[in-house]
């Protein structure tokens, strides 16, 4: 059973920065690829960015391609999401997740954290 706590988000203006944080526990880190995903206000969750188990191998929604980085670091048992140059539409609670497979489809992840949450003012 893999446990995953997120952590860094807040409040910040348009055009401001955050990193958020992942850190896995429970489990063999290396072995799970991982992802971001968000939830907008009254909106359905959505997929942000994936990670290979390297970290080779990224991919990310076309909204914020350029602007957001994700990464991981194995020896930590994290997994980091950068946000750069943020909107107001990235407003969202922010999760982090675990696969056995590489794939944006957030019904195949198994495990998730509690989600923090990112509120982008203009």
């Known amino acids: 059973q893999v446990q995953l706590v997120e952590s860094g988000g807040g409040l910040v203006q348009a055009g401001g920065s955050l990193r958020l944080s992942c850190v896995a526990s429970?489990?063999?880190?290396?072995?799970?690829?991982m992802a971001w995903f968000r939830q907008p206000p009254e909106k359905e969750r959505e997929f942000v960015a994936a990670?290979?188990?390297?970290?080779?191998?990224?991919v990310y929604t076309d909204s914020v391609k350029g602007r957001f980085t994700i990464s991981r670091d194995n020896a930590k048992n994290a997994v980091y999401l950068q946000m750069n140059s943020l909107r107001p539409e990235d407003t969202a609670v922010y999760s982090c997740?675990?696969?056995?497979?590489?794939?944006?489809?957030?019904?195949?992840?198994?495990?998730w954290g509690q989600g923090t949450q990112v509120t982008v003012s203009s």
């Open positions: 997740a675990a696969a056995t497979t590489y794939t944006f489809e957030s019904r195949t992840y198994q495990y």
């Open positions: 990670i290979t188990r390297s970290g080779s191998g990224t």
């Open positions: 429970g489990g063999t880190f290396e072995t799970y690829y």
